[in-house]
C-alpha cells in the first residue's frame, strides 16, 4: 500500500486501537473505548434531518473565525 501523502508516516498501525488488549484489569472500558462508543452512537444519530444543517453551517463558522488551520 503506497503512502498517498507524503507528509503521513508510512507507518500505520495495523491493529485497531479497539481490537488491543485493554490494560485495565477490571475490565472495565477504557476512556478511549468510551469515546469511540460515544462517537459510534453520534454517528448513528447524525441521520437525524435536524443534525444535517447544523454540520454544514459549523463549518462556515470554522471558517469565519480566521484560524490558519487546514479545513480539511
Given at each position: 500500500m503506497e503512502p498517498t501523502?507524503?507528509?503521513?508516516?508510512?507507518?500505520?498501525?495495523t491493529v485497531d486501537p479497539?481490537?488491543?488488549?485493554?490494560?485495565?484489569?477490571?475490565?472495565?472500558?477504557?476512556?478511549?473505548?468510551?469515546?469511540?462508543?460515544?462517537?459510534?452512537?453520534?454517528?448513528?444519530?447524525?441521520?437525524?434531518?435536524?443534525?444535517?444543517?447544523?454540520?454544514?453551517?459549523?463549518?462556515?463558522?470554522?471558517?469565519?473565525?480566521?484560524?490558519?488551520?487546514?479545513?480539511?
Amino acid at each position: 500500500m503506497e503512502p498517498t501523502d507524503p507528509t503521513e508516516p508510512t507507518v500505520e498501525p495495523t491493529v485497531d486501537p479497539s481490537e488491543e488488549p485493554t490494560r485495565d484489569p477490571i475490565g472495565e472500558p477504557t476512556e478511549t473505548e468510551q469515546a469511540e462508543e460515544e462517537s459510534v452512537q453520534e454517528s448513528t444519530t447524525a441521520e437525524d434531518p435536524s443534525d444535517e444543517p447544523q454540520s454544514p453551517k459549523k463549518d462556515q463558522d470554522l471558517a469565519n473565525t480566521g484560524s490558519p488551520r487546514c479545513l480539511c
